[in-house]
């Protein structure tokens, strides 16, 4: 049974640091495109980073640029989400999920991904 399971979230001040892990079961994680997004209330869901599985390629949303990085530890079937610098603007349920294809390059578009773990929550806030 394929499944994504999201830890890591909790309450940070500004300017804190989180790490988020996605660690998959059922399949291997490496062979396919991992996204990160996030949903805060009142708000659609919107993409924040992406790792494909095809060349290990990486991509960010603008807001989250040179803030958030996006790893994978193969060895755990693990997709890491480092966050610094949170903002309290970066409040929302985070949620990986899974491109159903192998070996893709990954885009932040909702629809591109089948499988979804259950989120975790990161609060930013003093």
Known sequence: QLQLVESGGGLVQPGGSLRLSCAASGFTLDYYAIGWFRQAPGKEREGVSCISSSDGSTYYA???????????????????????????????????????????????SNSRYDYWGQGTQVTVSS
Do not use: H, W
């Not at 480092?82 to 885009?107: H, I």
């Open 62 to 108: 603008d807001s989250v640029k040179g803030r958030f990085t996006i790893s994978r530890d193969n060895a755990k079937n693990t997709v890491y989400l480092q966050m610094n610098s949170l903002k309290p603007e970066d409040t929302a349920v985070y949620y990986c999920a899974a491109d159903p294809l192998l070996f893709r390059l990954c885009v932040l």
